[in-house]
């Protein structure tokens, strides 16, 4: 049974502990933008126990064990948000060993547990300051939300109409990467 169900009873959180739990959050969020892995599990650690105390927090003042017949339903605890916290904390764990499982791997790779750059991102990334495209990047087909929108929109690299199945009108599959051409 909620601590609002009866509609008389109002929820008072402790102010306290919602103080703890913007901390706790707030830092795991800090902790996960970082590119240690050390620190991103910290941070998820941190973040998930923020999660789980904010769970108890709102499921209000700690009552009897809800089990049926043996109190009335005002005197029982709420099972719901504990069940929520047993759910986190599986969660949590797995995702701790997930990370655990990276960091060490990463570190008998390269001696360190900080993610590297991509080397894709640091390729868009240059281009992108260069104000270039990639060289697989194709001007001359138009998106499917152009064509969707205007049906009567003409691709003016080619100058034909745009069809909405992904191909130029008057190509063939072929010359798109679809294989040979069949006649019509």
């Given at each position: ?8 009873a109002?929820?008072?959180p402790?102010?306290?502990l ?9 830092t795991g969020?800090?902790?996960l ?16 126990n923020?999660v ?17 017949g043996?109190r009335?339903?005002?005197e ?6 504990q069940?929520f916290?047993?759910?986190a ?12 499982a ?12 900080d ?5 894709e ?10 104000d ?12 499917t939300?152009?064509?969707e929108?205007d049906?009567?929109a003409?691709?003016?690299a080619?100058?034909?109409?745009v069809?909405t ?5 008057g ?5 798109h ?8």
């Amino acid at each position: 049974m909620s601590p609002l169900a009866d509609g008389a009873a109002t929820l008072r959180p402790n102010l306290t502990l919602i103080v703890v739990v913007a901390v706790l959050v707030a830092t795991g969020v800090y902790l996960l933008l970082e590119r240690s892995l050390a620190r991103l599990l910290l941070g998820i650690v941190l973040m998930s126990n923020g999660v789980a105390l904010l769970y108890l927090v709102i499921s209000g003042e700690a009552k009897g064990a809800p089990l049926l017949g043996e109190r009335p339903a005002s005197e029982m605890s709420d099972p719901l948000p504990q069940a929520f916290v047993l759910t986190a904390i599986v969660i949590s764990l797995a995702t701790v060993a997930f990370v655990m499982a990276l960091a060490y791997r990463q570190w008998q790779l390269t001696g360190s547990d900080d993610v590297p750059d991509d080397a894709e991102d640091a390729l868009v990334q240059r281009l992108a300051e260069e104000d270039q495209t990639s060289e697989t990047y194709d001007t001359d087909v138009s998106t499917t939300t152009d064509a969707e929108e205007d049906p009567d929109a003409v691709d003016e690299a080619a100058g034909v109409p745009v069809e909405t199945g992904g191909a130029r009108a008057g190509t063939s599959a072929a010359e798109h990467g679809g294989g040979e051409a069949t006649p019509r």
